[in-house]
């Protein structure tokens, strides 16, 4: 499995993704799930995915030699005059890998989920998620962000603590939490986390990085989350069962 | 889907149960899916079921008659002498339902899971997870809660704030908030919510109760709960991007 979320914020766009790939539970590796292409003052755009890893990593070759072939640049994430042009280009080229791959095999295997963000000079800050089948949705106000991979243990902390003025530390914190919480639960999403925070309007990466299990603030806020929890839930009064009906 | 609860706590046990069915979001209707069976005195069963509706009342109904029937009950909850020998007879019948419904069609749709705790004269409490293939495990020190059905959501808060120590209320205000961010999350769970708590060698239900929606307590537990999270979450230390390896 795999964990990836994009937050919309007001000030830009934070997306964090784990490292973790799995076949069974005995052969684990380490591999990055998130890409960015910029052109400094023009345009940004960060991928992230969930799926299977060959498709998946098709998916960034094709897109990036795109980007390098003179003869497909109209085609290109760097050509592209909208993001959501090149939401359509990437999920039609994902479209085309899982159909390619799945003619000797079955299709839900070769199956992947894109997260993708970013900027192009003339609009705002667009996040999008694409499905297997190539089609997509977009984040708005009502649904600011957007998860994939194993989503459920990290969602509640998200849904009770984003809040789309919040800082960029602040929704890193938040990201932290949520992904040390699905870290505890399930094995299959695993450390290190990579981050990329994309601030509007400013048209090139603002910060790009990597959170190792080993990071000392990353041990600060998966420890003090434990604590926070416990004193947060002590705060709440304690159940009576003077009012309930009791059958003793 | 479903959510049911069994923690084993040192005083005893507590079940909770969501009561939502739904085939498709637009059939959803209401069950009970706790029963309870006790011998005042001798011993008390709690099952909480998660699964086709059909197997599930199946299961309790076959389990109630053996009960009532003088020449079954060798087979029966009732007779039973342990809740080891409960279990297995438990797990026999869901077996035997499941294999006869699968005649007609897919073994997966007629699947479903059990929770089953109790206390019988001469042993402790017992608390265990039946699978539809009628195996089961056993909760001990380790893993001291089993959960069924829409796990994911509601597991991170018990696995951070369980204590085997707890007060039977604050059980209750764990579970209710473990339940109250599944039923934030996810359509096929829902209010009411069914509880049943048993106090170690007392040999009879403790209590037994029905939480609804309006439910006094629910609500302050259900708001003051987002609000102790935000406190939570600010406590911990910001993020700051000194230490990172920044790109601009």
């Given at each position: 499995?795999?964990?990836?979320?994009?937050?919309?914020?007001?000030?830009?766009?934070?997306?964090?993704?784990?490292?973790?790939?799995?076949?069974?539970?005995?052969?684990?590796?380490?591999?990055?799930?998130?890409?960015?292409?910029?052109?400094?003052?023009?345009?940004?755009?960060?991928?992230?995915?969930?799926?299977?890893?060959?498709?998946?990593?098709?998916?960034?070759?094709?897109?990036?030699?795109?980007?390098?072939?003179?003869?497909?640049?109209?085609?290109?994430?760097?050509?592209?005059?909208?993001?959501?042009?090149?939401?359509?280009?990437?999920?039609?080229?994902?479209?085309?890998?899982?159909?390619?791959?799945?003619?000797?095999?079955?299709?839900?295997?070769?199956?992947?989920?894109?997260?993708?963000?970013?900027?192009?000079?003339?609009?705002?800050?667009?996040?999008?998620?694409?499905?297997?089948?190539?089609?997509?949705?977009?984040?708005?106000?009502?649904?600011?962000?957007?998860?994939?991979?194993?989503?459920?243990?990290?969602?509640?902390?998200?849904?009770?603590?984003?809040?789309?003025?919040?800082?960029?530390?602040?929704?890193?914190?938040?990201?932290?939490?949520?992904?040390?919480?699905?870290?505890?639960?399930?094995?299959?999403?695993?450390?290190?986390?990579?981050?990329?925070?994309?601030?509007?309007?400013?048209?090139?990466?603002?910060?790009?990085?990597?959170?190792?299990?080993?990071?000392?603030?990353?041990?600060?806020?998966?420890?003090?989350w434990g604590a926070a929890l416990k004193v947060a839930f002590?705060?709440?009064?304690?159940?009576?069962?003077?009012?309930?009906?009791?059958?003793?």
């Amino acid at each position: 499995m795999t964990y990836c979320v994009g937050l919309m914020l007001d000030r830009g766009i934070v997306m964090m993704s784990d490292t973790r790939t799995n076949a069974g539970v005995d052969n684990i590796s380490i591999f990055k799930k998130m890409t960015t292409w910029q052109v400094p003052g023009e345009r940004v755009v960060t991928l992230m995915s969930a799926g299977n890893l060959a498709t998946t990593q098709a998916l960034v070759s094709i897109l990036d030699e795109r980007t390098k072939a003179p003869g497909e640049r109209k085609s290109s994430l760097l050509d592209a005059p909208s993001m959501f042009q090149v939401a359509t280009l990437t999920g039609n080229a994902l479209r085309r890998i899982i159909k390619d791959s799945s003619q000797a095999g079955n299709r839900s295997t070769f199956t992947a989920t894109i997260l993708l963000g970013g900027q192009i000079q003339g609009s705002s800050p667009r996040l999008f998620k694409i499905y297997p089948e190539g089609n997509f949705i977009e984040a708005g106000e009502d649904t600011p962000f957007f998860q994939t991979g194993e989503t459920k243990y990290g969602k509640p902390i998200l849904v009770r603590a984003y809040d789309p003025d919040m800082s960029f530390e602040a929704a890193i914190k938040l990201l932290i939490v949520s992904f040390d919480s699905t870290i505890k639960a399930n094995l299959s999403v695993g450390m290190p986390l990579d981050v990329t925070v994309y601030e509007k309007d400013s048209f090139r990466v603002t910060h790009e990085f990597r959170i190792t299990a080993e990071d000392e603030y990353f041990t600060i806020v998966s420890n003090g989350w434990g604590a926070a929890l416990k004193v947060a839930f002590s705060s709440l009064p304690d159940f009576s069962f003077d009012d309930t009906e009791n059958v003793t």
